[in-house]
């Protein structure tokens, strides 16, 4: 999982704020996927990027949530209005291409909601 | 919504000692991946299996495809402290190559 940044590494909110997570992927990586793992539970596939573009949301709620993954700088989960049922750890993951399965992950963002 | 089953979900073993953590399926994969998560982090590739029936070693880790690539297994032998962690088994479904499907994971512990 060498090279894919994500920051902030601890993230604490008060219910109703919003929460910006940042992934950098892999140097020469164009596919970002976004994953949340609750307490107990495997990693959910949440949404799918290549620049400028969203491939695949199928995983993120509707409400609340988006993901960007621009042409120059980090790709971005943003969580409008949190609530407790957030607070999970996020993870991002980068593909150097289409047909390559294997990701290479991010330490994670682990937001608190309080 | 292809599910993938771990067991058992938890394993507690002496060092020295082998064990086997399975990943089950009744999806079909176009690959299976297999990482280890340590707490705070994030997971890490051990090893990808993409031919059903194929058998990947790595040291002491051997790692197992299904024939019909539902399911895979990880066997440990003489396990080591070092080896104490979370196991997560992720699938690439056919049609959707990236969008891994996870286990909820075997949290393995070797005591000394």
């Known amino acids: 999982n060498a090279g894919v940044m994500q920051n902030p590494r601890h993230l604490v909110r008060r219910r109703g704020q919003e929460a910006r997570l940042r992934c950098s992927p892999v140097?020469?990586?164009?596919?970002v996927y976004w994953y949340r793992q609750l307490p107990e539970e495997g990693l959910k596939f949440m949404v799918y990027?290549?620049?400028?573009?969203?491939?695949?949301e199928s995983g993120m709620p509707k409400e609340r949530f988006s993901a960007e993954f621009p042409k120059e700088g980090p790709s971005i989960l943003r969580i409008q209005q949190v609530v407790r049922g957030d607070s999970a750890a996020y993870f991002c993951?980068?593909?150097?291409?289409?047909?390559?399965?294997?990701?290479?992950f991010g330490q994670g963002t682990r937001l608190t909601v309080v | 919504t292809q599910l993938l089953e771990q067991s058992p979900q938890f394993l507690s073993i002496q060092e020295g000692e082998n064990l086997t953590v399975y990943c089950n399926s009744s999806?079909?994969?176009?690959?299976l991946q297999w990482y280890r998560q340590e707490p705070g982090e994030g997971p890490v590739l051990l090893v990808t299996?993409?031919?059903?029936?194929e058998v990947k070693k790595l040291k002491r880790l051997t790692f197992q495809f299904g024939d019909a690539r539902k399911d895979s297994s990880l066997h440990i032998t003489a396990a080591q402290p070092g080896d104490t962690g979370l196991y997560l088994c992720?699938?690439?479904?056919?049609?959707?190559?990236?969008?891994?499907?996870f286990g909820a994971g075997t949290q393995v512990v070797v005591t000394p």
């Open positions: 993951a980068s593909l150097r291409g289409q047909g390559l399965t294997e990701a290479f």
């Open positions: 140097k020469g990586h164009s596919h």
């Open positions: 990027l290549q620049k400028e573009n969203i491939i695949d």
């Open positions: 999806s079909v994969f176009s690959s």
């Open positions: 299996v993409v031919t059903g029936g």
């Open positions: 992720a699938g690439a479904p056919t049609d959707s190559w990236g969008k891994l499907q």
